[in-house]
């Protein structure tokens, strides 16, 4: 069965800091990788993918994240972290059949200190 | 483009209640999925419609819950009697046809479900 597991419940970046979040994952094969924000009081938004091919995905907002099959992880980076960058941030597994459903991770909330 | 609507935003109920969440997904999105949202937690699928019907529906917990999609559209899921543990958000997502790959849901902001 597939799993996702994001280790740190809460990190606190100072504005202008690198971020790095970090996902691993547990899959029979190689999975649809995602990860998804969520601000306050909105919707998960889709912030990058990883479906095959170049291993480091960029996204939106100056996002980006690297797939390393060695170590089962994703994790998600930005190197200069903006005060609007505060949410939760879901890492997410899907299944490579077009299903289309996707198993999501318990979250990382971002507090950004001015 | 209006994005995935959902209503109430907000509801508190007593426990033993029935309740109601109502979705409308983006125009021309033939899937459609129901996530639930616990605190503290990442969103888990309920259910999952390809049009009308209902594809995946192994973890919606059938004994209280019901979910519909009539015409394809838009969806009502529905709990009776609400338990306590059923407090959470609940989340509707839509995706357009032929999106399996992509992986691109798009989601609601959500119901939060009091259940007291």
């Known amino acids: 069965a597939q799993s996702v597991t994001q280790p740190d419940i809460h990190i606190t970046v100072s504005e202008g800091a690198s971020l790095e979040l970090r996902c691993n994952y547990s899959y029979g094969a190689t999975p649809y990788l995602f990860w998804y924000v969520q601000s306050p009081g909105q919707g998960l938004q889709l912030l990058l993918k990883?479906?095959?091919?170049?291993?480091l995905v960029q996204g939106i907002k100056g996002f980006e994240a690297e797939f390393k099959r060695s170590q089962s992880s994703f994790n998600l980076r930005k190197p200069s972290v903006h005060w609007s960058d505060a949410a939760e941030y879901f890492c997410a597994v899907g299944e490579p059949t077009g299903a289309n459903n996707l198993f999501f991770g318990t979250g990382t909330r971002l507090t950004v200190i001015p | 483009e209006a994005g995935v609507v959902q209503s109430p935003r907000y509801k508190i109920i007593e426990k033993k209640q029935p309740v109601a969440f109502w979705c409308n997904p983006i125009s021309g999105h033939n899937t459609l999925y129901w996530y639930r949202q616990n605190l503290g937690q990442g969103p888990e699928l309920l259910i999952r419609?390809?049009?009308?019907?209902?594809?995946?529906d192994s973890q919606l917990p059938k004994d209280r819950f019901s979910a519909e999609r009539l015409k394809g559209v838009d969806s009502t899921l529905k709990i009776q009697p609400a338990e306590l543990g059923d407090s959470a958000v609940y989340l509707c997502a839509s995706s357009p046809r032929g999106s399996g790959k992509t992986g691109e849901l798009f989601f609601g902001e959500g119901s939060r479900l009091t259940v007291l």
């Open positions: 990883y479906f095959s091919g170049d291993t």
């Open positions: 419609y390809e049009n009308e019907e209902a594809v995946d």
